[in-house]
């Protein structure tokens, strides 16, 4: 069983930066993929950032040179450095946890646990 807790969300100005933190505990098993997603009112959850379990990571093109995920080696601590926030980027943004080796952002049917969420809001 694998538990995930977000946190670090919260309400910043356009063109500001957030931190997210994902704590990860339980077992995860030997292979395994982290990732970030988000899911606004009204809309899809969505792939942000994930990495596979060889320590590559993918973005959506979205959030490509804005934001960053980066982890222990472990990836007991999974991190979402978001810079130069847009209000697009509101949502409530997950870290979930694959039981595979390779993954991206488009594939959020291959993620088997998530966390509670933790709400962004970018305002104008």
């Known amino acids: 069983q694998v538990q995930l807790v977000e946190s670090g969300g919260g309400s910043v100005q356009a063109g500001g930066s957030l931190r997210l933190s994902c704590a990860v505990s339980?077992?995860?098993?030997?292979?395994?993929?982290m990732g970030w997603f988000r899911q606004a009112p009204g809309k899809e959850r969505a792939g942000v950032a994930a990495?596979?379990?060889?320590?590559?990571?993918t973005y959506a093109d979205s959030v490509k040179g804005r934001f960053t995920l980066s982890s222990d080696n472990a990836k007991k601590i999974l991190y979402l450095q978001m810079n130069s926030l847009k209000p697009e980027d509101t949502a409530m943004y997950y870290c979930?946890?694959?039981?595979?080796?390779?993954?991206?952002?488009?594939?959020?049917?291959?993620?088997?646990?998530w966390g509670q969420g933790t709400q962004v809001t970018v305002s104008s």
């Open positions: 979930a946890n694959a039981h595979a080796r390779y993954c991206d952002t488009d594939s959020v049917g291959l993620y088997n646990y």
């Open positions: 339980g077992y995860t098993g030997s292979t395994y993929c």
């Open positions: 990495i596979d379990d060889d320590g590559s990571t």
